[in-house]
């Protein structure tokens, strides 16, 4: 089983830039992605970025949303099992519950499914 906890968030206005971090403890040999999700109220949890966390299968493999290529950094440290998310360019349409999840791609498939989900931490950008 595994863990995760965020850290960061705040307040910003529009243009700034916010850093995420999130660090996972348990049994790491589980998984093999961690990534970001963000909610807004009323609103379906959609995907930010994600970093596999192993050499097999993905070595530092990186995705990240449209909307947030580009803007968006995804970054690790396997040392201290951390993944940081940094945020520049901020607009107030990323107001958020920022979530870090971490899971694993089972199979063929191409896509990690995140089991794990952080309490979530909160980014407001202000116009």
């Known amino acids: 089983q595994v863990e995760v906890v965020e850290s960061g968030g705040g307040s910003v206005q529009a243009g700034g830039s916010l850093t995420l971090a999130c660090t996972a403890s348990?049994?790491?040999?589980?998984?093999?992605?961690m990534g970001w999700y963000r909610q807004i109220p009323g609103s379906q949890r959609e995907f930010v970025a994600e970093?596999?966390?192993?050499?097999?299968?993905?070595?530092?493999?990186?995705n990240y949303a449209d909307n947030v290529r580009g803007r968006f950094t995804i970054s690790r440290d396997l040392s201290v099992n951390t993944i940081w998310l940094q945020m520049d360019s901020l607009k107030p349409e990323d107001t958020a519950v920022y979530y870090c999840?971490?899971?694993?791609?089972?199979?063929?498939?191409?896509?990690?499914?995140?089991?794990?989900w952080g309490q979530g931490t909160r980014v407001t950008v202000s116009s």
């Open positions: 999840a971490a899971g694993r791609i089972y199979g063929l498939e191409h896509r990690p499914r995140y089991n794990t």
């Open positions: 348990g049994n790491m040999w589980s998984i093999d992605h």
């Open positions: 970093i596999s966390t192993k050499d097999i299968p993905r070595n530092g493999v990186r």
